[in-house]
């Protein structure tokens, strides 16, 4: 496979770490609870299609991209930082 | 040695001018330049090439390429001895030596054969229904038996001696074959200037043109080929690559090849691979990769002597080989009657022609005439005679009368099977084709198209009509103008008519589907009666297509046959998937130079080499080189390591450390930032100072430790372990970039800018003051325990001193840029001539640690919480942070769940090792008796024996009690007191000095 990365261009999947779904919010602050939190940090969907996943780009810029793959495929038709879809959800 | 007695007088595509000497089963011959082995040996009327897999059959030469089932060798010999490689494709080469498979005492006389008599015993399923009981019979008896009986060649068991390279290469359209198709495609695609790379597993380019007497445009077919090599060379953006196989297309478009550079010479060139690895990068692709042919089910059917008769027309054309004397041809289709015509032209008798179906076209049977040959239509060959050589066929006739026709070589044609493998690597399923009586590539994978036999468009006129097309089309598709469409070149008339038969009943003796693992369609009516009917339980209960051609001649004739006996369509019963490689990939083509010291990148601390001139020993550990230690003359390992060590207890030592992870954070946020992945508190820490801290992964267990030292308000210096510092980074930039973006800070790996030096010892700070900068002032008064100041050192050189100690002394790091690092590390040895001043490698930085309890590697590993690793206490309870809420579960806080304590051996000279398990003194070292483990041990000099960290259930509460180490790994059992994990300067007093 190979990766658009925004910042560095099309690049070879080695070059990138995979951390899973994107989609998970950590449940921030003092207040979360473990239940919460179990779900967050083990419970996944095992999608069939299209996937919204985290990959690290290790060995270039360090940046962490929202990759959108078709998990059937491996067809990817969007990648962006992840810092961008933050800005975007919280302005 | 003996003449080439079967080859002809003129013709084929070898150098008769240039003789080569080889060797097979010791033996020697004369081939030509241009052969492979196996048609050097059919040459020289070698007949019998190896012995099967199951029953040890003697087996022949059936094909003329990669779909060899039989013709299997060893190559080589010695350290370069490679099995089971295939010698139809092997390239002749002066010298070239070669061995028989699977034969024992001789490949003539096989003692096992007998293997065949016992044959009942072999059937399909055998390994399932026969070994089942007792289980330890099976290691131990059946499997070696079977081994011994049953296999292939052997493997070499010495280091590889060639070397192997990958690379990596870009292309706009990648052309996958070098016949018509493959030739016509690079043509039309390459005259647009567009980057084309054509590859062909062959060494030499021309597919079905080098084994077919044939005519474009009213020319022999050689005539075009030769124009046609002679412009694509002439185009500086083609790229011709024989002697490369692509055996592999991966997702969006890469596809994996392997090019043998040296395997056509005994031994490469200095300074060049055997083979090279290719990575290709392909925008588009055109698989022109042809076809394979299929053989017909018949008893007999795998005796040396019987042949692809595609393969027959390859041996007269290309190496102009007498493939025999008297011959029969039995086809199914149009396609057989080729060889008629090329075996005659030959000037080879051709005994009989069997052709099964009942209805032929007149012109074959004037052909018949003409050649001189008994023409038995609606008839089919029943079974072969002979013994290591085919000596005659039993024909049945259309009206079942049996005729026994003596011949020394049978020519099989019963139509062709694309060679899709690669379309189907992406998962994409082939389909049936009625027409075409093949499968064909179905859904193909974005950005291939497939041209010419490999679509099973079978004839030359489509092979050149589809390349020329799709050159031009894939071209387009990239946004590259194609030129002008040419005319296709025509060619002289072709008829593809075809019958296909699958088996042959009613003969007795073996009928094999796939010969190289010897299964029958006997095998297949018992897969299918037992219930074994669904492709991939016929495969894997038979285990047909399973041996190292992947069944490339008998997968499609084994669902035929399945098909058959259980009433359905071919098309109805599917096939199995086909995945990479298409031919076998040697791991050295896959590993290139990365094997050995290479795996991995090396990487040196920055005094790496000061270390070599003090003829110091090292250690591999991750990627780093280290120094382990530095031995005197005569000094043995512990001696070198106590002596160390007690040189930085009593005096001041040096030591590298700059392998430690460095991350500098920096914004306004940063303080708030390590708040949230630290589970200790940092709002408190003051500018100049640092703090040991400790970070968990998000499941609760600890993930990290290390100092990070606040050098502005808003600039911090975080240190990680030596084996975590990628890790953490990744973590922290997940931390910031995802979880939590609106904090303002910014996050660099500053590792290998700084060079970093640990002085330990009593004396540290007197040897340091031989190096700083005299306007800092390094009292213990200004620069205490844990200060951490950016300072000067040798005259206005930027450095870093934090006063941090692993070894529990009076110690410092400093830092300096990292080119300075062996000029800081000379300074310091110098100013400590006076202290005697040891520099000390890891082992001694190793037993210090351990002698004052402070965790490492081998207690984070992965499965140890803050708590079991006495930082419980360290955990806030005023914020969040990362881990928190995962490390509260029940089973992590657990009162008897292991924790780290320290241990002493009661014989204090009973070495300890670190993996052992504790199991209670009286009690059976059994896993429900497990108390916990040892992670790590030295000896200490200072206390004269051995001590350890480990785990242990209820650790802090049981200081004192006797307990067993145990470890029947290593078959040690040795019993241990439990102790403090803080074995020296328990208060601390040295750190403070
Ligand atoms: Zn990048």
Redesign the pocket.
Known sequence: MRIA????GL?DVQ?FAYAGDSCPQRPDGPDATEGVMFEYVYLRDNSHGIHEEFWY?AA????W?VVRRNTLTHAIDSVFPVKDRKAGTES | MSAQSLRLAGGGLIDRAQALTFRFDGKSYEGYAGDTLASALLANGVRLFGRSFKYHRPRGVFSAGPEEPNALVELRSGARREPNTRATTIELFEGLDAKSQNRWPSLAFDLQAINGLASPALVAGFYYKTFMWPVAFWEKLYEPLIRRAAGLGRAARLEDPDHYEKAFAFCDVLVIGGGPAGLSAALAAGRSGARIILCDEDFRLGGRLLSEKREINGRPAADWLAATLVELASLSEVRLMPRTCVFGLYDHGIFGAVERVNDHVAVPPAHQPRQRGWRIYAKRAILASGALERPIVFPGNDRPGVMLAGAVRTYINRFGVLPGRDVVVFTTGDNGWDTVSELAAAGIRVASIVDSRSEIDPAFKALAERVGARLFTGGIVESTRGGHQLRSVIVRDASNTRSLVPCDLLAVANGWNPTLHLASHQGGRAVWNEAAQAFVPGALPSGLAVAGSAAARFTLADALRDGARLGREMVAEIGVTPTAAEAVPSTDTETIGLKPVWRVKGGTGKAFVDFQNDVTDKDVELAAREGFRSVEHLKRYTTLGMGTDQGKTSNVIGLAIMAELEGREISDLGTTIFRPPYTPVAIGALAGHHRGKNFRPMRLPPTHHWSCELGADFVVSGQWTRAKCYPKPGEDLLRTINREVLAVRNGVGVCDVSTLGKIDIRGSDACEFLERVYINGWKTLPVGRARFGVMLREDGFVMDDGTTSRLDENHFLMTTSTANAGKVLQHLNFCHQVLWPNLEVHIVSVSEQWAQVAIAGPRSRDVLRGVVDTEHDISNENFPYLAAREITVGGSIPARLFRISFSGELAYELAVPADYGVALMRALMEAGEHFSITPYGLDALDVMRIEKGHVGGTEFNGQTTARDLGFGKMMSSKKDFVGRLMAKREALTQPDRPCLVGFRSVNSMSPLTAGAHFVCVGQLAVMENDEGYMTSVAYSPNLECWIALGFLKNGPTRLGEHIRAVDPLRNHDVEVEVCSSVFFDPEGARLHG
């Open positions: 990365c925004p910042y560095c690049r070059e780009h270039a810029c360090n940046a991209l």
